[in-house]
């Protein structure tokens, strides 16, 4: 199938099918994991789905560290937290210096995580 789908994970599966419409790229449909060949009943859904999909990989069997750090908050807080906390979770020290981020850059307040 198409970028290494499975038959019963993507429309269409072979390029083949691929209806072609000037102007833009080919198209595909992503299915439910679930082995139902059925569609997704929302774009939320689909979301919804990549990013549990995502943070399945904490779980995922050799994972020692998990760190799901969004780029929107290391664009504007820095990567002083992620760096920190990569090189506790590994005993190396980073060769590298941290990015101060927007908000530090243009004094604006750092986003505050909600728990």
């Not at 929302?42 to 789905?49: M, N, P, Q, T």
């Amino acid at each position: 199938c198409l970028d290494r789908y499975s038959y019963w994970n993507i429309v269409p599966c072979s390029p083949e099918d691929q209806r072609v419409i000037e102007g833009l790229a080919g198209y595909k449909y992503e299915l439910q994991h679930d082995g139902s060949a059925r569609a997704y009943s929302s774009i939320v859904d689909l979301r919804r789905a990549k990013i549990m999909n995502h943070l399945s990989v904490a779980d995922f069997l050799g994972t020692r560290a998990f760190f799901p750090f969004r780029f929107e908050d290391l664009n504007v807080n820095g990567t002083a937290e992620l760096l920190q906390a990569v090189e506790q979770a590994t005993g190396l020290k980073a060769k590298c210096r941290a990015t101060k981020g927007e908000a530090r850059r243009l004094g604006e307040k750092a986003i505050i995580k909600h728990r």
